[in-house]
């Protein structure tokens, strides 16, 4: 063949090169969640101490975000799931560091425990949210599992402020490095009595003059001795199994501290809507009913957790109420409490 045809072969194919667009390769299924993980990573400020830490964390995080999609894709039900900070953890990963719910094997009422029957279920208002009142400090998140120190906290706080004091944000810490009383549980986990009797014994200063640490650490005697205006003269355990109507009638009063089971992913994944999917009763968490309401017909609870302002709906879940059960969803109505100023 010619040079001449050489050139001329050459010019068609470059001329119809010219003429078809260049198309981009497709991003994989695996390119495409690998960058959703560097996003997240960074908004969670993530870091991994090793190459194959990472890829596994990468792993988790893959079945979770396909888990939660696939749980919203369907749409059967009243509530959403969203993508956390928890996102690179297994369910089993999650309960284990961020529960700590120990309550007693056999749960008695209070002695000074009367049903009150001052208010009929009748004049009870159709919803409540201590949150529209002033009665409840920003969400915090728990470091360990203490959430029953932070439940234990968020009560003492809310009570204080019911009797007529300042909403003062209390210090969780004091109670994790100076706590001496029997029972002593720390990031091992304990019940909110143990936050009831602590302030009963000592009051409690403010998280501005014990701020919050990663763990327990030794007592500090100057931090301890600033301002202690929280009090508290006794404690309250509500009867076990307590029917809903008996539940909102504390409810109205103050805010009330409640065992709960949180094994269920959907839970650790939770966003917002009304919570009624499947969970246990055998408690290992403890979260604080501030309120309750109804959507379209469904009953719910308004529940403060200890896992951030960044999980469920601005840290707090809406859990079903009115079911049936004699336990309730997940168990919230067999361990309730609440400190008396």
């Keep these: 063949m010619s040079s001449f045809n050489h050139l001329l072969i050459f010019s068609v194919i470059l001329l119809l090169s010219w003429g078809v667009p260049q198309v981009e390769p497709r991003p994989t299924l695996r390119s495409s969640m690998a960058d959703r993980y560097k996003l997240w990573m960074a908004e969670h ?44 953890l297994t369910n089993e990963e999650l309960v284990a560091r961020f529960t700590g719910y120990q309550p007693p094997r056999v749960w008695n009422a209070s002695t000074n425990f009367r049903y009150d029957e001052s208010v009929s279920l009748a004049e009870l208002p159709p919803s409540w949210d201590w949150r529209e009142k002033g009665a409840v400090t920003p969400v915090k998140s728990q470091t360990c599992g203490n959430c029953w120190l932070f439940a234990g906290v968020a009560e003492v706080e809310s009570v204080n402020f019911i009797a007529g004091k300042e909403l003062e944000i209390l210090s969780e810490q004091e109670i994790m490095d100076c706590q001496d009383l029997p029972g002593k549980g720390g990031c091992n986990g304990g ?72 094994r269920s992913p959907d839970i650790g994944a939770y966003k917002s809507g009304v919570f009624t999917g499947n969970c246990d009763f055998n408690h290992n968490h403890v979260m604080v009913i501030v309120g309750y309401g109804e959507s379209d017909g469904l009953k719910y609870w308004i529940l403060r957790n200890s896992w951030s302002a960044g999980w469920g709906d601005g840290g707090y879940i809406k859990i079903q109420r009115g079911t049936g059960r004699q336990e309730g969803l997940c168990g919230i109505n067999m361990t309730p409490s609440y400190p008396v100023v």
């Excluded at 919050?212 to 001795?225: E, N, S, Y």
């Excluded at 508290?232 to 805010?255: F, G, H, W």
Aim: aromatic letters at 12%; hydrophobic letters at 35%.
């Design 191 to 262: 019940w909110v009595q143990e936050v009831y009797d602590y302030v009963k014994h000592n009051s409690l200063t403010t998280e501005a003059n014990y701020p919050t640490q990663p763990g327990a650490q030794t007592c500090d005697l100057a931090k301890k001795a600033g301002k202690r205006d929280a009090r508290v003269t006794d404690y309250v355990n509500l009867p076990s199994y307590i029917s809903d109507e008996e539940l909102m009638k504390a409810v109205v009063q103050r805010p009330v501290a409640v065992g709960i089971d949180v």
């Design 45 to 88: 400020n993530k870091f991994y101490h090793t190459e194959t830490e990472r890829e596994t964390r990468f792993l988790t995080f893959q079945e979770n975000v396909n888990y939660i999609e696939s749980v919203n894709a369907v749409g059967n039900t009243s509530y959403t799931l969203g993508v956390n900070q928890f996102a690179d």
